[in-house]
């Protein structure tokens, strides 16, 4: 049986779009995320997460051996920074010695101080905590870890995530 040629080009426009929309679907994921919030979800769903860029970040990160009354002292300086629209709370922060070789030496956990808060925030669990740190503001932090390992060579300073088992 002959086809039209209307059909033919009503085929053609349906193959190409259909092209299109997968093309879209998986070049253009963070565009369509934007527009249509819920794709998220669906990207989860099906194995196909989104990349994220985390809302808080560290830099300056410094380490320097202080020795004071004879015993060396590691102090770790950095500053936590609000890349995001969004207040977002500071989580405790993860502190890795590595050697040369990059294995872990030594790990230990900290809160990155903030000031008082004006008012009472309190997380899930009904327990107080420092304010959010305000879109684009930054907060510096320091840790200090006596007699640290002498063949530490290396810090590494992640962000624990909210229900992780400390270090």
Not at 88 to 110: C, D, F, K
Not at 119 to 139: H, K, N, R, V
Request: some cysteine; aromatic content about 8%; overall charge negative.
């Amino acid at each position: 049986m002959p086809t039209s040629s209307f059909s033919r080009v009503i085929d053609t426009f349906l193959i190409a779009s259909c092209f299109y929309v997968a093309s879209l679907l998986i070049f253009e994921k963070e565009s369509l995320c934007r527009l249509l919030p819920g794709m998220r979800t669906i990207y989860g769903f099906i194995g196909a997460p989104l990349a994220t860029k985390a809302p808080l970040e560290i830099k300056n990160l410094t380490a320097h051996l202080i020795t004071y009354k004879g015993k060396d002292i590691l102090s770790v300086t950095g500053t936590v920074v609000n890349t995001s629209n969004h207040p977002a709370r500071i989580p405790p922060l993860a502190i890795h010695l590595l050697s040369q070789e990059g294995s872990a030496l030594y790990t230990w956990t900290h809160e990155a101080s903030r000031p008082p808060p004006q008012e009472e925030f309190e997380d899930d669990d009904g327990e107080a905590q420092s304010p959010p740190l305000a879109p684009m503001q930054s907060e510096l932090f320091r840790a200090r870890l006596a007699s640290p390992p002498q063949d530490a060579y290396s810090v590494g300073v992640f962000f624990l995530e909210k229900g992780a088992a400390p270090l």
